[in-house]
């Protein structure tokens, strides 16, 4: 079965500190791909960054950086310098074979300035 | 780019009534439409799977004949929510996929509807 978890309920940081979201995922296909979203109060999902299961280049853009480890099921997402635009939920997404999504729990990260 | 609309935002309806919501594929077509549900501060969970031409398919636990799903054409799809009551209350978000690139069937979501039963 697949599984996304979220263990980070809410995280609280003050403008311009680094901010890693963690992400852990279960599943046994080989193929699968790896979403991080953003939701504002607004609740829009916003689209942040997609990963297939072979490409395990981390990555920078911009503020963000993922961190994906086979090895130990982790995606990880970071924020540097947060800025309280930032301030949403954020989910972790995976995807497999049937082109179905299952959504971690998602972590609520408040800004504060 | 793709962009996925839905209509309308929100709506707030009475107990017992039914109320519709419509999803679209603005500049793509769709043949597979997917709808979530979202309680407040949780997360999104798939009610089913919508394929145009045929019936959706709903996932474990969600009554089929209480969410009335349509796929009437290749840019639209509609979740009907029959006889609704307060527990319906709900962000609905649908997601559109996109077939016109074969390597990976990127999908869409919409900007989701918040339904209020009183």
């Known amino acids: 079965a697949q599984k996304v978890t979220q263990a980070q309920t809410e995280i609280s940081v003050v403008e311009k500190e680094d901010v890693t979201l963690d992400c852990v995922y279960e599943t046994r296909d080989t193929t699968y791909y790896l979403f991080w979203y953003k939701q504002p109060p607004s609740g829009e999902l916003v689209f942040l960054i997609r990963?297939?299961?072979?490409?395990?280049q981390n990555e920078i853009s911009g503020r963000y950086s993922w961190n994906f480890q086979k090895s130990t099921s982790s995606f990880n997402f970071t924020i540097t310098a947060s800025q309280v635009v930032d301030s949403a939920v954020y989910f972790c997404?995976?995807?497999?074979?049937?082109?179905?999504?299952?959504f971690g729990t998602g972590t609520r990260l408040k800004v504060l300035a | 780019g793709a962009v996925v609309s839905q209509h309308p935002s929100w709506v707030i309806c009475k107990s017992g009534t039914s109320v519709k919501i419509e999803c679209r594929s603005l500049d793509f077509q769709a043949t597979t439409m997917f709808w979530y549900r979202q309680f407040p501060k949780q997360s999104l969970m798939l009610m089913a799977t919508s394929n145009e031409g045929s019936k959706a398919t709903y996932e474990q636990g969600v009554e089929k004949d209480k969410f009335l799903i349509n796929h009437a054409s290749l840019t639209l799809s509609t979740l009907t929510v029959t006889s609704a009551h307060p527990e319906d209350s709900s962000f609905y978000i649908c997601?559109?996929?996109?077939?016109?690139?074969?390597?990976?069937?990127?999908?869409?979501f919409g900007p989701g509807t918040r339904l209020t039963v009183t």
């Open positions: 997601s559109a996929r996109d077939h016109r690139d074969g390597r990976f069937y990127e999908q869409y």
């Open positions: 990963r297939n299961s072979f490409d395990e």
């Open positions: 997404a995976l995807r497999w074979g049937t082109y179905k999504y299952i």
